[in-house]
């Protein structure tokens, strides 16, 4: 559905010096500095996949989705989104994609919600009965009869993105585009806009692309995931792939009665090399770490309960956001991929 | 060709909608305008007070009154102002909601300012053609609406309307490069001003100045159709003006195509 081979876009800035005599410099004379914001980035999509396309701040994420979409031209490399060239054929390319910019909206600010959908539907020509049903099924799911009538500039930022997003789907677009959907909303919010986004993906094979900081949207909705830092991808595989990879970190914590005192050698009672696990003490808290290939949750807790008097434990394993950020700092990951 | 300008017709329907709910910021904006009429029209009756003769190149007192209310209702009836449009779309970065339709972006501006235009016209330039017309029948202004003209006019505007849109689209792609918005407005605002004809007639200019006037499009807007409308061209004189009109026009179409291409393909969108 998308191929994306070796494209990359760069920005011209101006810097500007400092102050009031550096202002007065640049304006007749600023240094010209390139800015890649896309490097050399290649992927291909199938059909009906659900893509979460991650990555800190300034990463480079929204400039390849505006790639995608056809509004910006690449600096260099080829780009295919269900055979047509984006930017080359912009408009045949904006019949096939849906697009949610979560910053912005398509909607019309000063008229009352049910009349964007009709100048929409206009736009895009969508046939009566087509109209129709998907309005039905948008009300299953995005419940926008509520406020339909209210102006849109009146909504909730949740209500807005509910009724942007089936704005985008309102043609039933091959692909879409979800550039933080779920920015700034509320938990039912977010809820309901994966909904949506799922019912989408399994009624119509719609692909989905879709950019967020937010990882419980990547956990709930996509299978693979693509993790771009500094123009370049880093990661380009399964989800699980990753987990495995980095997952496998596993920290108990024990509060236990008496506060610790004796400096048992902790490895050796379990049978392992001092290196494999982490032992963190402060007073009555105990905290080991290791890696769950080498130990077991059980065997841990088994080994310190024998030993010591526990009031209380917990188990926390690495949860998405820690690899991702472990990755952010690390950059590039050596995970294999086929 | 129906087909084609149907998803268009829509951007026009919301911001006639839109402009409409905002009937008197337009209003507002109309009475401020005519305030500046009203200047002009007094400018003249001293002018034509101070002087010995009645008729100035060609024009009495009450013709040169007629030429101002006409040249106020042809430059309502041609209104089409996209800078705001593009200003708006560039520092926003709004231009990207447009460019994820199904749409050109040329023609949606165009058809949105076409929207704006009809609630200009429904609110002014309508009632002030009733007016005017009125006026011409019941007293001798020097200045008659025949049939034959008022038809004429029509199509000139129409003509006009285009030249309007795709040289002021030409002027402001200029913001997606300069980023000075204001600055280009008010530029803008004064050029037209100048040598459209909507401050003093043309043929009031100097040689030199006159030629300018005549090599930018702004008086195939203004001043041509207003003279059509007056009567004050013989019928060569008339069929080359209205030739003229259509050659801006498409020329003006065809350069403001090519200026976008090019922009867009240079263009850097604001945010997120």
């Not at chain 1, 304006?27 to 914001?37: G, M, R």
């Not at chain 1, 999509?45 to 990463?59: K, P």
């Not at chain 1, 096939?96 to 008229?111: A, E, H, K, M, P």
């Not at chain 2, 159709?225 to 050659?247: C, D, F, H, K, V």
Request: hydrophobic share 45%; net charge neutral; aromatic share 10%.
């Amino acid at each position: 559905m998308i191929e994306a081979k070796h494209i990359s876009k760069s920005f011209v800035k101006y810097e500007k010096e400092k102050g009031l005599i550096g202002m007065i410099k640049g304006f007749v004379n600023a240094k010209k500095v390139i800015k890649k914001a896309v490097d050399d980035v290649s992927f291909t999509i199938q059909e009906g996949e659900v893509i979460g396309y991650i990555g800190a701040n300034g990463a480079g994420k929204s400039t390849t989705i505006k790639m995608l979409t056809g509004i910006l031209t690449p600096t260099s490399g080829e780009l295919l989104v269900d055979g047509i060239i984006p930017y080359k054929d912009r408009v045949r390319n904006a019949r096939n994609i849906g697009v949610v910019f979560g910053q912005r909206t398509q909607l019309w600010w000063d008229l009352p919600l049910v009349e964007s959908f009709s100048i929409l539907k206009e736009i895009y020509q969508v046939s009566d009965e087509d109209y129709k049903a998907r309005m039905e099924m948008f009300e299953d799911v995005l419940q926008l009869s509520e406020f339909i009538k209210s102006p849109v500039r009146t909504l909730s930022l949740g209500q807005r993105m509910r009724a942007d997003i089936a704005a985008s789907l309102l043609h039933n677009p091959k692909v879409l585009y979800l550039d933080e959907p779920t920015i700034g909303l509320d938990v039912n919010a977010k809820l309901k806009m994966r909904q949506a986004i799922k019912t989408m993906n399994k009624t119509f094979k719609t692909t989905v692309i879709l950019t967020t900081h937010d990882l419980d949207d990547i956990e709930e909705l996509c299978n693979r995931i693509l993790i771009i830092d500094n123009g370049k991808i880093i990661y380009d595989g399964a989800l699980s792939d990753i987990k495995t990879r980095y997952g496998s970190d596993t920290k108990v914590s024990f509060v236990l009665k008496e506060a610790w005192t004796d400096f048992v050698d902790l490895a050796h009672l379990m049978e392992v090399d001092p290196k494999d696990i982490i032992v963190k003490v402060d007073e009555d808290k105990l905290e080991i770490g290791f890696d769950k290939r080498i130990l077991s949750v059980a065997h841990v807790a088994q080994v310190i309960m024998k030993n010591y008097e526990v009031t209380d434990l917990k188990i926390m394993e690495t949860d998405i956001e820690s690899i991702v950020s472990r990755i952010y700092n690390e950059g590039k990951v050596n995970v294999s991929n086929d | 060709m129906f087909q084609t300008i149907k998803p268009y017709w829509a951007y026009a329907k919301a911001s006639f909608t839109v402009g409409f709910a905002y009937r008197l910021h337009i209003l507002f904006w109309v009475l401020s305008d005519l305030v500046q009429v009203g200047v002009l029209l007094l400018i003249w009756i001293a002018i034509y007070g101070n002087s010995s003769s009645t008729s100035m190149q060609g024009y009495t007192l009450a013709q040169m009154m007629m030429y101002n209310l006409i040249i106020y209702m042809t430059a309502s009836f041609t209104y089409m102002k996209p800078l705001f449009d593009l200003a708006d779309d560039h520092f926003d970065g709004k231009v990207a909601m447009s460019l994820i339709k199904p749409t050109k972006y040329i023609y949606e501006v165009f058809f949105r300012n076409l929207g704006n235009n009809f609630v200009g016209n429904i609110i002014i330039s309508l009632p002030l053609m009733i007016v005017l017309s009125t006026l011409t029948v019941t007293a001798n202004h020097g200045v008659n609406f025949t049939l034959g003209t008022t038809i004429l006019y029509v199509f000139s505007i129409l003509l006009a309307l285009l030249i309007s849109f795709f040289s002021n689209f030409i002027f402001a792609t200029m913001v997606f490069v300069t980023d000075a918005t204001f600055g280009m407005m008010q530029l803008n605002e004064a050029v037209v001003r100048i040598f459209s004809g909507s401050l003093i007639p043309l043929s009031f200019f100097p040689g030199w100045l006159k030629t300018i006037a005549y090599i930018l499009p702004y008086a195939s807007v203004y001043t041509v159709p207003t003279l059509i409308l007056m009567n004050r061209y013989t019928s060569s004189e008339l069929w080359i003006n209205l030739g003229i009109q259509l050659a801006w026009a498409i020329g003006l179409i065809i350069g403001a195509n090519l200026i976008w291409s090019v922009i867009i393909t240079k263009m850097k969108v604001h945010g997120g």
